[in-house]
């Protein structure tokens, strides 16, 4: 079988992101009520080891790989600089020969996309993106999963994103332009996603509005979204603060968008900033739902990569 990376969504394609979707929710509902580090029935990554190579600080990435991986029957283990080579200079190409002899697969969480894709070309083993600055295709995976839970068709959904035009976000325009959605991006000049990624939605025949105008985001929108403004490594500049405060997604916001409307976050998020306490902890918010489909989306995504789905 060909080695299956997946450092974009675009490398498994919307029929593997329906075929991962579906299956997260059929092993997520085969776990009611069962311990977290039970393994499924199946097992069927039993035996299989998962390298997770962290060069950013994580949470969700962290715990929901690892207990994917242990649901799957298999195991995982952590490197980051302060307990590998990588730190003392180690070569991405000599780490990842070296790991594919030793690891079924690894995933790396880095600032650099560059760094994911020579990982990639020098791995015999898939390689999976668990962030980088440029993409978040993991994220958008459990995004998508939590919106087909709360009965949100994806084809011609309407989706409204507010705020810093990032890597969550460009892989939020692959996943329009892999299942058929529109999205409306509000972020205020110079903030933009880049254009990459507009194009590519736009050509596959998503429909995709920027605007600075919040406002015209919201209205009659399916789901709002949004991000913290400010990304680990960037500096909290006030500058950039102020031009995103139009942009918080608040009551406000909410009442203009579809009735039924949900709200999405991939955390951590900043209360308060980028969202008002009154949404995120409002009846709207499935952020929660959200960050537990990691595990699932996870699962899904390793599966998919080792050639199991």
């Known amino acids: 079988m060909e080695k299956r990376d997946f450092l974009d969504l675009?490398?498994?394609?919307?029929?593997?992101?329906?075929?991962?979707?579906?299956?997260?929710?059929?092993?997520k509902g085969a776990r009611l009520d069962w311990p977290k580090g039970k393994v499924d029935a199946d097992a069927p990554l039993a035996g299989h080891v998962l390298a997770m190579i962290f060069e950013k600080a994580s949470t969700r990435t962290r715990v929901s790989f690892d207990i994917a991986m242990r649901?799957?029957?298999?195991?995982?283990?952590?490197?980051?600089?302060?307990t590998s080579q990588l730190g003392r200079g180690e070569s991405i190409a000599d780490t990842a020969r070296v790991l594919s002899r030793m690891v079924?697969?690894?995933?790396?969480?880095?600032?650099?996309?560059?760094k994911a894709e020579e990982l990639a070309r020098y791995a015999s083993v898939p390689v999976i993106n668990g962030l980088t600055d440029r993409s978040h295709p993991c994220q958008i995976v459990a995004d998508l999963l939590t919106l087909v839970e709360h009965g949100k068709p994806l084809p011609g959904l309407e989706l409204a994103w507010f705020g810093d035009g990032n890597n969550v976000l460009h892989s939020m325009l692959e996943a329009a332009a892999l299942m058929k959605f529109n999205v409306r991006v509000a972020t205020p000049q110079g903030y933009e996603p880049e254009t990459e990624f507009v194009e590519l939605a736009r050509a596959a025949g998503s429909k995709v509005t920027l605007t600075q105008d919040a406002v015209e985001a919201a209205d009659g929108a399916d789901v709002l979204v949004t991000d913290t403004w400010v990304s680990m490594g960037q500096e909290h500049t006030h500058n950039k603060l102020a031009a995103m405060a139009p942009y918080q997604v608040d009551s406000r916001l909410m009442e203009l968008a579809a009735p039924d409307a949900k709200f999405l976050h991939c955390l951590p998020a900043h209360?308060?900033?980028?969202?008002?306490?009154?949404?995120?902890?409002?009846?709207?918010?499935?952020?929660?739902?959200?960050?537990?489909?990691?595990?699932?989306?996870q699962k899904s995504v390793l599966l998919w990569a080792l050639g199991r789905l």
């Open 271 to 297: 209360v308060d900033e980028e969202v008002s306490q009154e949404v995120f902890e409002g009846p709207q918010s499935i952020v929660f739902d959200e960050a537990e489909n990691r595990i699932h989306a």
């Open 10 to 27: 675009s490398d498994a394609g919307g029929d593997a992101i329906a075929a991962m979707i579906n299956d997260a929710i059929n092993r």
């Open 104 to 114: 079924d697969c690894i995933m790396i969480r880095t600032d650099n996309h560059a």
């Open 71 to 82: 649901q799957l029957g298999g195991s995982a283990l952590i490197l980051d600089s302060s």
